[in-house]
């Protein structure tokens, strides 16, 4: 088995110990949190990580109702920015925690009194250290160039630091519940996923489409495929995809889309039936199949009953088409000539 496959199918049982690890962590930090008076969120990341952020900075606004801010990392690295922090809490987050500017807005953030954590698969990295508080993914090794299982962990704390603190009961449960739904996930969504990458082996471009919690995971999905597959894919927010990027798309080009129960699903349903005016070919991936028509390549989920959580869901689909995709085409996606497993940036 490739490391990509023995990772991806990894997730569960790492998701399942991430509370445990982390809730005397999370615990204090909550504390710190209500002394300080919290009225803002500072995300730092980069690659993979940023769109755990995004995702995060959906979250903390749908369920605290918190300001938050996707950081800019080079300001504080490449342009000497002196950004001033107030009522702040400054999250880095990375996978192998070596990223220098991350911890650059960490340290900017410490001097200025602020709370700071740090989320990384290292306990001994540059990150953990600096930070006041850090929270472990405790994934083990990640040896594939594609983050699967750091990706998702990275989800999870963000989003059980969210549960915590906000002491949202249905979060909170949709939480202690996802690592069970991921692993019945993994029994039924491979042989779904094989059917439809036999018909996408001659694209060698495409779009993922996601609004809302959906988005970073139309991101990260395209990142998945891109880096694996050798493909030119983007990630757009259904949103922002009327307003000039769906001129791109012509008869027969793909477009992945989510759509989960939910929120933005009307937005979805439009999107998809902009989509079949074009005569694109749309693989819609949703919880709800029943609310479309018109779709021959339907990837059909079992919904988590949460939105929040659903977005685990839809990541492992990404992943798996990625697994597929290589497998079919006969790519190792263990090595690469121009990506490395560790990117550092300054």
């Known amino acids: 088995m490739i490391n990509l496959e023995k990772e991806i199918r990894e997730q569960p049982s790492v998701l399942a110990g991430i509370k445990k690890s982390n809730i005397t962590t999370i615990t204090s930090l909550i504390e710190k949190i209500k002394e300080k008076n919290i009225t803002n969120v500072y995300f730092v990341a980069r690659g993979t990580s940023d769109h755990a952020c995004i995702y995060a900075q959906y979250l903390y606004g749908a369920v605290l109702g918190m300001q938050c801010t996707l950081g800019t ?5 490449q342009y000497n920015g002196n950004i001033k922090f107030s009522n702040t809490l400054v ?6 925690g070596r990223a220098e500017d991350v911890n650059a807005v960490l340290l900017s953030a410490k001097e200025q009194g602020m709370i700071t954590v740090s989320i990384t698969n290292n306990p001994k990295s540059l990150l953990a250290k600096t930070a006041e508080y850090h929270l472990y993914c405790n994934a083990g090794e990640e040896k594939s160039i594609a983050a699967t299982k750091t990706f ?12 915590e603190w906000s002491q949202d009961k249905d979060l909170q449960s949709s939480l ?3 690592s069970g739904q991921m692993e019945d996930a993994l029994s ?17 471009e495409g779009v993922v489409l996601g609004r809302g919690m959906s988005y970073p995971i139309a991101l990260e999905g395209a990142l998945k495929i891109l880096e694996t597959n050798k493909m030119k894919m983007k990630g757009y927010p259904i ?8 001129a791109q798309l012509h008869n027969n080009d793909l477009a992945f889309v989510f759509a989960q129960d939910g929120a933005v699903i009307q937005d979805a349903k439009k999107m998809v039936d902009k989509l ?18 018109n779709v021959s390549n339907v990837i059909k989920v079992n919904s988590t009953n949460n939105e929040f959580t659903m977005p685990f869901i839809l990541a492992l689909v990404m992943q798996i088409f990625a697994l597929k995709l290589v ?3 006969g790519i190792d996606p263990d090595k690469s000539d121009v990506i490395a497993k560790i990117t550092v940036t300054k």
């Open 239 to 246: 949103s922002d995809f009327y307003h000039g990027p769906v």
């Open 327 to 329: 497998l079919l085409k």
């Open 176 to 178: 202690d519940n996802i």
């Open 152 to 163: 998702t962990a990275q989800m999870y704390l963000l989003a059980l630091l969210c549960a």
């Open 91 to 96: 999250i880095g987050v990375s996978q192998s």
């Open 188 to 204: 039924y969504l491979p042989d779904q996923v094989e059917a439809i990458s036999k018909t996408l082996l001659d694209y060698k």
């Open 276 to 293: 079949s005016g074009i005569n694109a070919n749309t693989v819609l991936i949703t919880d709800k199949a029943e609310f479309f028509d």
């Open 73 to 77: 990392p080079s300001i504080f690295t």
